[in-house]
């Protein structure tokens, strides 16, 4: 058996931001498909709930969450080079990007999956619920699978008054990426790293993968979909991450939207949790959300769900930021500066939050 089995599928967009990464630190590892039998005799007895990517490590032990696969894995593994940058800015940028790409690129990610190849993919669910039942079948599961799915879009704050600014900002994203990789392979440099299997969730299983996704990708931004296929394939890179400690200034663009669409929504979140903490003690479950909170993007505003989720991707950033010696970070303010993050170095969450047996906690 190989070290680690990873539980999840092509058509998943976390199993994506794993499998890139896993190739990449040349892990010995197996993918098989999250079926229902899967679902049913291994990820819902050791996991509790349905989940997607899922790995397993010999002796059985289970870990969910792409970013604790990468760190386990990484623990494990200690190759040179690491996937988790060594200098202080950049791996605060890292993180910064794991937040952007998992809980922020999602919102372009399922409107373009739902709305533009919704048929596709009940196909696609089916296919890889029950590989060996017949096409009309799989297609009445999968619509069943991804029905729960689906109606996670307008939690995402997608309807019709914000999707074009969705589209708008997805595109201005392409926009500022493929200018980007005309300069840079890679987010950080000249091999991949964090950031980049981050990114590789949302732009491969859904915006380059799903028909429709992948013509606009392509169409939009081609040399976008070769970099997505190249941290796909796990190809090690032929350069490093810039010298010093250094951020390319072409991905300051995108750090900026993301200072400006993404955190104040962040912070919003943050003033429900601290209302809801108020009244819960130590070691309770968080609840996935917390209530409606405003959102803007591409220039048009909208309503979403105040997801915790997003939080403790945020607290593993501000967890960086307290790691910093004092010259670390003073180049950080200077970058958070440019690009509108200045409120990020002194900002925390008003309560720990830590996870266990795969759920998050209040610490
Ligand atoms: N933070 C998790 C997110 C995993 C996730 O959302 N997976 C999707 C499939 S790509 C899923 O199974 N979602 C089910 C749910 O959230 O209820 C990770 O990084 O692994």
């Known amino acids: ?63 969910q969450d792409t970013t604790d ?139 380059l993968r799903d028909p429709e996704s992948g013509r606009i990708m392509e169409r939009l931004a081609p040399k976008v979909a070769d970099y997505v296929r190249r941290v796909q394939s796990g190809a090690p890179g032929d350069g490093d991450l810039l010298p010093e400690d250094a951020v390319p200034t072409t991905l300051e663009p995108i750090l900026s939207r993301q200072m400006t669409e993404q955190m104040p929504t962040l912070v919003e979140t943050a003033a429900l949790f601290e209302n809801w903490a108020k009244s819960a003690g130590a070691g309770a479950d968080v609840p996935r959300g917390f209530g409606l909170v405003e959102f803007q993007t591409g220039g048009f505003d909208g309503e979403c769900a105040a997801r915790s989720f997003p939080l403790w991707r945020l607290q593993a950033v501000t967890d960086a930021i307290d790691t910093m010696d004092d010259g670390a970070k003073a180049r950080l303010a200077e970058l958070l500066d440019r690009v509108g993050g200045s409120p990020l170095m002194e900002f925390r969450l008003p309560a720990r939050l830590a996870r266990r047996d795969f759920r998050l906690k209040l610490d």
Request: proline share 7%; charged share 25%; glycine share 8%.
């Open 1 to 63: 058996m190989a070290a680690y089995v990873l539980y999840g599928s092509e058509v998943s967009l976390f199993s994506g931001k794993a499998r890139a990464y896993l190739r990449w630190r040349g892990a010995d590892f197996e993918e098989r498909p999250a079926t229902r039998d899967v679902y049913q005799n291994v990820i819902l007895p050791k996991v509790g709930w349905p989940v997607v990517p899922v790995v397993e490590m010999a002796g059985g032990d289970v870990v």
């Open 69 to 207: 696969i990468i760190e386990t894995v990484e623990a494990q593994m200690p190759d040179r080079p690491r996937a988790i940058p060594d200098g202080p800015v950049q791996r605060v940028v890292s993180r910064l990007l794991d937040l952007f790409a998992d809980e922020w690129l999602v919102i372009p990610a399922m409107h373009y999956r739902w709305n533009y190849n919704e048929d596709w993919t009940y196909g696609e669910f089916g296919r890889m619920s029950a590989p060996d039942a017949p096409p009309a079948e799989q297609y009445a599961i999968g619509k069943k699978n991804g029905e729960r799915f689906k109606s996670a879009v307008p939690m995402l704050g997608v309807n019709e008054d914000t999707i074009p600014g969705v589209e708008a900002a997805y595109e201005a994203f392409l926009k500022d990426m493929t200018e980007h990789l005309r300069h840079h392979a890679y987010v950080l440099g000249g091999r991949a790293s964090l950031g980049d299997f981050a990114l590789n969730g949302p732009l491969y299983a859904h915006l």
